[in-house]
């Protein structure tokens, strides 16, 4: 998990509310990438970012934002028109987009 | 779309016994496949990568890959498992240029290494 942090470990949020998630990494990697991780379910890829200031959704975009001001960091916003928001969320780093990504440590999302 | 498929959900092995985590992939092109372990309730962990070259990959932890083009086939494999390696595995795909070469995932296979 080294050089990437995952803020906060575990989020508790009633339905209706929107809740940011935060990831930051001292890598200086370029690529960024948010995963959604449910069980059985492998993990899906939310949005990607390969430059700063720019980012584009991935499979299962809707009900989420992004933005990537800094380099160093990509957060995550879970919005009320996310239907089923209770999940691990896994944010991933790599030098540049073609090579390995690293892991974070993820947070645990719980929507009641 | 590139994918991959992990046959089994879960693979049982006794410590000190070889291990073998089953990954199958379709891909167009030439494929450029991971695998990453996940101990509970953490992030994943990268083991090791095939892009090109040796069919046999080499990686973290005394795990290694086979890759087989034949067989579409890229089986994580140890020559004698630890109780500490019991945990969940995934195999992933590289996507290409439009998708920012994100990585799909298999959807894991839990590995259960009995003493």
């Known amino acids: 998990d080294g050089g990437i942090t995952q803020s906060p470990k575990y989020l508790f949020r009633k339905e209706g509310q929107n809740v940011t998630l935060s990831c930051e990494q001292n890598l200086n990697h370029d690529a960024m990438y948010w995963y959604r991780q449910d069980p059985g379910q492998g993990l899906r890829l939310i949005y990607y970012?390969?430059?700063?200031?720019?980012?584009q959704k991935g499979d299962i975009a809707e009900g989420y934002s992004v933005s990537r001001e800094k380099k160093e960091s990509f957060p995550l916003t879970v919005t009320s028109a996310q239907k089923n928001p209770t999940a691990f969320y896994l944010c991933?780093?790599?030098?540049?987009?073609?090579?390995?990504?690293?892991f974070g440590p993820g947070t645990r999302l719980t929507v009641t | 779309a590139q994918s991959v498929a992990q046959p089994e959900d879960q693979v049982n092995v006794a410590e000190g016994n070889p291990l073998t985590v089953k990954c199958t992939y379709s891909v167009s092109g030439n494929p450029y496949l991971f695998w990453y372990v996940q101990y509970p309730n953490r992030g994943l962990q990268f083991l090791l990568k095939y892009i090109t070259g040796d069919n046999l990959v080499k990686g973290s932890y005394g795990f290694e890959a086979e890759f087989n083009k034949s067989q579409t086939s890229f089986h994580l494999k140890k020559p004698s498992a630890l109780v500490s390696d019991s945990a969940l595995y995934f195999c992933a795909v590289r996507d290409g240029a439009n998708s920012g070469y994100a990585l799909n995932f298999g959807k894991g296979t839990s590995l259960l290494v009995t003493p």
């Open positions: 991933a780093s790599s030098i540049e987009a073609r090579y390995e990504q690293y």
């Open positions: 970012s390969q430059i700063v200031n720019d980012f």
